[in-house]
């Protein structure tokens, strides 16, 4: 009798079984994905600083250009600047974020490759990247010591916003994109293939 019983329960609790849930930097990287081969047109958000010059009155423009299963390439078009391409790698369950900055003639700058690996699992909206060893000692050649503290995030909220931030100590900078639409996609950054 307690076998009948048994047998039912068992097989009701092996169907409500279910696969681990996908991670927050997996689910990330997928919300990422699903804009690819779109553009979209940004500004600034943070409060407007000297360091920030570059960017007033550019227009600016994001461009999640190529995607694989393992790497998003995202230009970052300031006016006429192509320079900028932010890289979101996958890491075994991390992710990682770098800067790729070119010349015009596609050659790499001096600093460049520069980022760090997601803090923890972040979350399905956000992600964050403290600078890694390699960030640090290249800012610290360059001149840039305050930079070791830099924090970067990427933050994705589906059909309304995509925006990249960078903290540390007295500094403040974000840009964020409207999702809501899309714009023509700009020329290949410098250095595309």
């Not at 570059?54 to 600016?60: C, E, I, S, V």
């Not at 075994?92 to 803090?119: C, F, I, N, P």
């Amino acid at each position: 009798m307690i076998r009948a019983f048994l047998a039912p329960a068992v097989a009701l609790l092996a169907g409500c079984a279910t696969t681990p849930q996908q991670a927050p930097g997996d689910r990330f990287f997928d919300r990422l994905t699903a804009l690819c081969g779109k553009a979209f047109e940004g500004r600034i958000v943070s409060p407007s600083v000297p360091a920030d010059q570059a960017f007033a009155g550019k227009r600016l423009v994001m461009h999640v250009r190529e995607c694989s299963a393992g790497a998003i390439r995202i230009p970052f078009h300031v006016g006429e600047d192509r320079s900028r391409t932010w890289v979101i790698t996958r890491q075994g369950r991390a992710l990682r974020l770098k800067h790729d900055h070119r010349h015009a003639d596609g050659s790499e700058d001096r600093v460049t490759q520069y980022g760090g690996d997601s803090a923890g699992a972040g979350s399905v909206q956000r992600q964050t990247f403290p600078a890694d060893a390699f960030t640090k000692a290249l800012l610290v050649r360059e001149g840039n010591r305050t930079g070791v503290d830099n924090v970067w995030a990427v933050e994705v909220q589906p059909e309304r916003t995509f925006a990249y931030e960078l903290r540390r100590p007295n500094r403040f900078f974000r840009v964020e994109f409207d999702l809501t639409r899309s714009v023509s996609a700009p020329p290949p950054p410098w250095g595309a293939r």
